[in-house]
T-cell receptor
Framework: NAGVTQTPKFRVLKTGQSMTLLCAQDMNHEYMYWYRQDPGMGLRLIHYSVGEGTTAKGEVPDGYNVSRLKKQNFLLGLESAAPSQTSVYFC????????????FGEGSRLTVL | GDSVTQMEGPVTLSEEAFLTINCTYTATGYPSLFWYVQYPGEGLQLLLKATKADDKGSNKGFEATYRKETTSFHLEKGSVQVSDSAVYFCALTPNSGNTPLVFGKGTRLSVIA
């Protein structure tokens, strides 16, 4: 049982480059989330989705776009990377509703030079 | 808006010491409260939760009681082990709508033998 899988796990970008982080879950969960984790800031929600074809903004959405074309996948895109987007990104999913346990991926470390 | 405040780390304890990590919250209505744990190099995982006032969540020797009167959900363990070294996050979900988890900034715990 793979759970939540993020790819890639590490990436180095130059300022202005674009990239996409892929999150895949095999638990048939309705809800999916993208968080970023920075020292001293904890986890901050970037975007989330409550079902296939839906997305919503979280606390820090600027500079990111997302898509949920398939229920099992949630993509996070950076169109023009900036050094401020250097972070560890975590994807999570939950079965339904906000009381549901979140299952997290192992994280993707992104460095923007 | 809803928020979670937890004690600043890092916390360093000797093995078998008593652990308390303080967590207080601000929320309208009756939120559900959670503790998540992040072991080195991994994503977060649910440690325990409580969904109504006076509920006690417990798991792996850790406990936390939902105190509405003091808006707190402090994490405790009677005797910590080296394997408990991790970052601990307090979190809440608001009582209404589909608003995702709000996390505290995390408290790093180091247990030394």
């Amino acid at each position: 049982n793979a759970g939540v899988t993020q790819t890639p796990k590490f990436r180095v970008l130059k300022t202005g480059q674009s990239m996409t982080l892929l999150c895949a879950q095999d638990m048939n969960h309705e809800y999916m989330y993208w968080y970023r984790q920075d020292p001293g800031m904890g986890l901050r929600l970037i975007h989330y989705s409550v079902g296939e074809g839906t997305t919503a903004k979280g606390e820090v959405p600027d500079g990111y776009n997302v898509s949920r074309l398939k229920k099992q996948n949630f993509l996070l895109g950076l169109e023009s990377a900036a050094p401020s987007q250097t972070s560890v990104y975590f994807c999570a999913s939950s079965l339904a509703g906000v009381d549901g346990e979140l299952f997290f991926g192992e994280g993707s470390r992104l460095t923007v030079l | 808006g809803d928020s979670v405040t937890q004690m600043e780390g890092p916390v360093t304890l000797s093995e078998e010491a008593f652990l308390t990590i303080n967590c207080t919250y601000t929320a309208t209505g009756y939120p559900s409260l959670f503790w998540y744990v992040q072991y080195p190099g991994e994503g977060l995982q649910l440690l325990l939760k409580a969904t109504k006032a006076d509920d006690k969540g417990s798991n792996k020797g850790f406990e936390a009681t939902y105190r509405k009167e003091t808006t707190s959900f402090h994490l405790e363990k009677g005797s910590v082990q080296v394997s408990d070294s991790a970052v601990y996050f307090c979190a809440l979900t608001p009582n209404s709508g589909n608003t995702p988890l709000v996390f505290g900034k995390g408290t790093r715990l180091s247990v030394i033998a």
